[in-house]
């Protein structure tokens, strides 16, 4: 007689059990008590330095993005992996140099380590995976060193005092330039670090992530109009200056400064994005045009 072989038995999780929901929130609420004085420092140098102030935008924008894609998420299968120990394990290693050394980017950087090894012990690599724009996109919220940050504003203050003595002359306006002061017949203007155009580089990089996501579903382009907005901002800023230099020229040096400083400001940001726009559509054209050919 035949005997009908008995049921063999799942294969047993590789990775833990997943968490209940108290669980969940008393790992969350641990995480939140550890990481808490660095947020709270974070936060506030969004609210006083306006060269990070876009940082309040970026955790809305990724929350925005696991809220748009909930339905997929859901559909996704849970595998935990024993590999987020991993991540965690090296989160707060980083955390303690950070805090040993007085480095709060190391600090700060520890947390989005630490939010990829929970990610991927409670919920899996798949689960991760998915999570991997917003989750990459949160580093946008994080100030860069002051070391870099020096070593990036610099330049840019050289390279738009550059564009400016060069630009002026086309225009009638003479000019000597010494490093990054310009030296015009009615008065001298410095290009500070303020007007380096790290401010708008930084915002404008933001957005052009947060356009590309939004106006673009090519991952090519969205790469693109992340790269363009470098270039567009710094000339957008040497504008600024050269708009500023013709002013003290040929109106008021006195209106150069106050109102007409941070208005300006504003308008070129604004020119960056209708710049960015064009830009977007000019890529898609030519895009287009090569689907098309092939």
């Known amino acids: 007689m035949l005997q009908s072989a008995p049921p063999t038995a799942p294969a047993p999780a590789v990775g833990p059990a997943p968490f209940s929901r108290w669980q969940t929130a008393i790992i969350a609420g641990l995480l939140l008590w550890l990481y808490f004085p660095i947020l709270s420092r974070l936060v506030g140098q969004w609210w006083n330095n306006p060269n990070f102030s876009h940082g309040f935008f970026v955790p809305l924008f990724a929350a925005f993005v696991i809220w748009q894609e909930r339905t997929r998420l859901a559909g996704l299968n849970l595998r935990p992996s024993w590999w987020g120990l991993l991540f965690l394990g090296f989160a707060m290693c980083v955390l303690i140099v950070g805090q040993m050394g007085a480095e709060l980017f190391l600090s700060r950087l520890s947390l989005l380590i630490a939010l990829a090894g929970l990610i991927i012990l409670f919920l899996g690599w798949t689960f991760f995976r998915a999570l991997l724009f917003p989750w990459a996109f949160l580093s946008l919220m994080i100030p860069i060193p002051g070391i870099v940050f020096n070593q990036i504003t610099f330049p840019l203050q050289l390279l738009a005092s550059k564009v400016a003595s060069t630009t002026l002359p086309w225009m009638g306006v003479p000019v000597l330039r010494e490093g990054n002061v310009i030296i015009l017949p009615a008065m001298a203007l410095e290009v500070a670090e303020a007007c380096s155009g790290i401010r708008s580089l930084m915002s404008l990089a933001t957005l052009a992530v947060i356009y590309g996501y939004l106006m673009e579903r090519k991952v090519a382009v969205r790469v693109v109009l992340a790269l363009a907005s470098i270039p567009i901002a ?8 050269v708009g500023t230099g013709l ?31 064009l830009v977007h559509h000019i890529v898609r054209i030519f895009w287009h045009e090569e689907g098309s050919e092939a």
Do not use: T
Request: hydrophobic residues 55%; charged residues 15%.
């Open 234 to 241: 710094v000339a957008a800023n040497s504008f600024r200056i």
């Open 247 to 277: 002013l003290v020229q040929y109106w008021d040096p006195r209106k150069a400064e106050g109102f007409f400083h941070e208005f300006s400001g504003w308008l070129i940001f604004v020119v960056s994005l209708v710049m960015l726009y």
